[in-house]
């Protein structure tokens, strides 16, 4: 078993759509979640940290459940500017990171 | 500010070849990563080191790859003899460790293609 699962997708939505991304992780003493971005042939950039009383930063919304090990990020009012690839991360240990696979997300207009 | 920093962007080479990728990190910073990314095995941690010590190199695929961080504004990844299924993007990411935050920033990553 993978220690950070996503389903892959695409997921395909219009503009201006809801769209939701699940992410399940294994290792129960992971401490920090973060969801990261990356653009076709870029590097991976931090989009949000996720808090277990949850978090909003704009459109987009994240969410922990440390009881189910499952984290969510919610992106409302999509842009064709959010299609990217959104990657799952836990720590570790010691600032180490396990990446997720990866949800691509195509917004189309 | 600049980012981190990694040379050559492109890297072709022929098998059997010593390949050597650089890394600058983000000033400051005193925690380095090398990650390997390819379509069948996503974003793998290869190597970090914490104040130019290797801390953690059990993701380091093979004796042919070794890393080094002489200071904290330099580290190299070398591959030799390298290999086809090393053909792949590697990136270098950077923090600064405290107990607040520990955010990575990436590089643009090498792009290497091993024929």
């Known amino acids: 078993r993978k220690e950070v699962e996503q389903d892959p997708g695409p997921f395909n939505v219009p503009e201006g759509a809801t769209v939701a991304f699940n992410c399940t992780y294994s290792?129960?003493?992971?401490?920090?979640f973060f969801w990261y971005r990356q653009d076709c042939r870029k590097e991976p950039k931090l989009l949000m940290s996720v808090y277990s009383s949850g978090n909003e930063d704009g459109r987009f919304t994240a969410q922990l459940n440390r009881a189910s090990q499952y984290i969510s990020l919610l992106i409302r009012d999509s842009k064709l500017s959010d299609s990217a690839t959104y990657l799952c991360?836990?720590?570790?240990?010691?600032?180490?990171?396990?990446f997720g696979a990866g949800t691509r997300l195509a917004v189309h207009p | 500010d600049a980012g981190v920093i990694q040379s050559p962007r492109h890297e072709v080479t022929e098998m059997g070849q010593e390949v050597t990728l650089r890394c600058k990190p983000i000033?400051?910073?005193?925690?380095l990563f090398w990650y390997r990314q390819t379509m069948m095995r996503g974003l793998e941690l290869l190597i970090y080191?914490?104040?130019?010590?290797?801390?953690?190199d059990s993701g380091m695929p093979e004796d042919r790859f070794s890393a080094k961080m002489p200071n904290a504004s330099f580290s190299t990844l070398k591959i030799q003899p390298s290999e086809p299924r090393d053909s792949a993007v590697y990136f270098c990411a950077s923090s600064f460790l405290d107990s607040s935050t520990d955010t990575q920033y990436f590089g643009p990553g090498t792009r290497l293609t091993v024929l």
């Open positions: 991360v836990v720590t570790g240990g010691y600032n180490k990171l396990i």
């Open positions: 000033s400051g910073h005193n925690s």
């Open positions: 080191f914490n104040n130019n010590v290797p801390i953690d």
């Open positions: 290792n129960s003493a992971s401490q920090s």
